[in-house]
């Protein structure tokens, strides 16, 4: 019987990851939704919180051994309180998903109404008939959009909340370029009973960083997010509140937001990456502000240098952004090849639809972030040369490999992670800190 050797497998999966960290150090990673750890968060990851169960809430559990872990975790539900003002925050969600999954599962029931925006728009898949609401089996109902303003429409959406009296009015968006109208559409809301629920996925660090609007100062209840976009914690989700258990509705409301993560989508919810979360806090209390700030500068300085150079950029009378996006208009059906032609450089974005598109798989535009250039330590000069970069791939259509030398010779100053607690960590090697 001949015996397989299946080291030689791993081996090939380890060669893939160290093949992957030197592809990224040497591009200019742009897409929004993306971060890298800092060391200390890392380091939590391969910790032996892995892989341990702790189903329940600190306390109060099903297995044994969290000791450790359950100061864990109330150190997270405390530093995330602060980090976000708040009264409440669930830090179990494994992704921003999962967050809204539970929200959904909480708050509304299957067959009723919640309004939304479109995926044209910007929306997330999470509260589409495709996503969680779909799952949830939801009757959703699109909020009118300004395509100039790249935002809701306001008196529509009021109108609407109104005539159609949801049970939830939903507001999560992928392309998040201006603050919603929050304070509008929660008093519509609230006037007809329904909740706001703002999905913050994209923009919980810019928040956080007191650099965006404070959804739950302008009347959300309920605030889900990703951990690890402009919050560059590890992969995860998380909901807040200002909500406080005080009277029975309330006490009510948050039961059934607890009972929405476990049971309703989590059991073992990845407590390595809470104990990550706890740091990331940490780390964005004391950094969060200035990596904020110089993320938003980053995506306004790369709007206006695209511009400059004939790109059509949206947002163009308010400043193309208030985030740490901007959206691309490339053509019609293009935006696919453009980011491949971008990727061939050195240049890592996706393809996004813009309004007006109707095929998702075949977009217009293109989705740009700052929030990992920002975090190696990139400024506005910096965005500068990369809009130059831009202009040689899309407009000039300069040959691939040339680019991607002089991409690589570019970044080479830039590869240790900033806005957090360890200096002098390159953001894409492996660290044996313990
Ligand atoms: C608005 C919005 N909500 C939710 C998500 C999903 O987040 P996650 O990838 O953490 O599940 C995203 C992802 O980009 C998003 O843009």
């Avoid at 450790?68 to 405390?78: G, H, R, T, Y």
């Avoid at 929200?103 to 495709?130: C, Q, R």
């Avoid at 990369?386 to 690589?408: Q, V």
């Amino acid at each position: 019987m001949i015996l397989v050797n299946w080291i030689k497998e791993a081996k090939y999966i380890k060669d893939q990851a160290i093949k992957n960290n030197e592809y990224f150090s040497n591009s200019l990673p742009m897409i929004a939704s993306e971060n890298i750890l800092s060391p200390l968060c890392k380091e939590m990851l391969i910790s032996d919180f892995h892989g341990r169960y702790a189903e329940g809430t600190p306390g109060n559990r099903y297995y044994e051994g969290c000791k450790f872990f359950d100061n864990v975790e109330l150190k997270a539900i405390e530093l995330s309180k602060k980090l976000f003002k708040c009264n409440y925050a669930d830090v179990r969600p494994t992704a921003g998903t999962t967050a809204n999954m539970a929200i959904l599962k909480a708050l509304i029931k299957p067959g009723e109404t919640a309004t939304v925006l479109d995926l044209s728009n910007g929306a997330h898949i999470s509260f589409g008939k495709w996503g969680a609401a779909g799952i949830r089996n939801i009757e959703l109902i699109s909020y009118p959009f300004n395509d100039e303003e790249m935002n809701i429409d306001i008196d529509g959406s009021i109108k609407l909340i109104k005539k159609v009296k949801p049970k939830l009015a939903l507001n999560g968006r992928s392309v998040f370029l201006f603050p919603s109208p929050i304070k509008e559409i929660a008093e519509a809301a609230h006037e007809v009973g329904a909740y706001l629920v703002y999905d913050a996925a994209h923009v919980l660090g810019l928040i956080a960083g007191k650099q965006f609007q404070d959804p739950l100062r302008e009347g959300a209840d309920v605030m889900s997010g990703s951990t690890h976009k402009t919050l560059p914690g590890p992969q995860g989700g998380m909901i807040l509140s200002d909500h406080k258990a005080e009277n029975e509705e309330d006490k009510s409301f948050l039961r059934k937001l607890s009972f929405g993560v476990f049971p309703g989508v989590t059991s073992s919810y990845h407590l390595h990456h809470v104990a990550a979360k706890a740091i990331a806090y940490a780390e964005h209390l004391e950094f969060g502000e200035s990596y904020a700030i110089q993320t938003i500068k980053n995506a306004q300085a790369l709007g206006e240098a695209l511009y400059n150079r004939n790109f059509k950029v949206f947002g163009e009378k308010l400043g193309f952004t208030k985030s740490h996006q901007i959206l691309l208009e490339i053509g019609p059906k293009k935006g696919k090849q453009a980011s491949k032609k971008l990727e061939e450089s050195g240049i890592i974005t996706n393809m996004n639809t813009i309004p007006g598109d109707n095929d998702p798989m075949n977009p217009s535009g293109l989705r740009l972030g700052t929030p990992e250039l920002t975090r190696i330590g990139m400024k506005e000069n910096e965005m500068d040369q990369i809009a130059e970069f831009f202009m040689r791939i899309l407009l000039k259509k300069e040959t691939s490999s040339k680019i991607r030398k002089d991409i690589k010779e570019f970044r080479r100053n830039y590869q240790e992670i900033q806005y957090c607690f360890n200096k002098g960590y390159r953001g894409y090697d492996y660290y044996n800190l313990i």
